[in-house]
């Protein structure tokens, strides 16, 4: 565990600055969560509730923290979980069928000053929103956080394998639909 998680649960743990300790830890990990989130989810309010709720359900489950992984990779582990079960609840509320959700996603990254960049970039993003939720995070987690396929599998609970397997979909996908654009 870094140095700075250390520092960071000892105020926590510390009745006399357990608020400067959640202060620090918000600070030291929000952007970082919440663009894991906004990748999952695309819509900022969305990723903004989100990334407040990982952040709550953190500070109830501290004390379960055991300090086999980093604060990040626990944090990161709370809010792929927190964006997976968002999605999946969002689909069953509105009856989404997947291509309906791809479709009213795909509307939302069209409309103008929502995504800034290039083009190539938002073309991505269209052919992200097509792999089924896991994929697109296994990617998101290799390709744009770059974190090792061991990291994954700490975040995630899922197996090195499977992980490389589901990378592997993911790529080949998102190469199928960046041709068919």
Known sequence: MKENDQHILRLIQSPFTKEIGYRQLIET??????????RMVIIHEDADDLTQNTFIRAFRSLDKFEGNSSLFTW????????????????????????????EKMESYLDQPGILTGE??????????????????????????????????????????????ASYHHAVKKIEQSLLNQ
């Open 29 to 38: 990990y929000q952007k970082r969560v919440y663009h894991v989130i906004r």
């Open 119 to 164: 083009e190539i970039q938002k073309k991505l993003e269209k052919a992200l929103l097509k792999l089924p939720d896991k994929q697109r995070l296994v990617f998101h987690l290799k390709y744009q956080e770059e974190l090792s396929y061991e990291e994954m599998s700490e975040v995630t609970g899922t197996s090195i394998g499977a992980l490389k």
């Open 75 to 102: 944090l990161y582990r709370i809010a792929t979980n927190e964006a997976l079960t968002f999605l999946e609840k969002k689909k069953k509320r509105f009856f989404f069928s997947l291509e309906d959700h791809q």
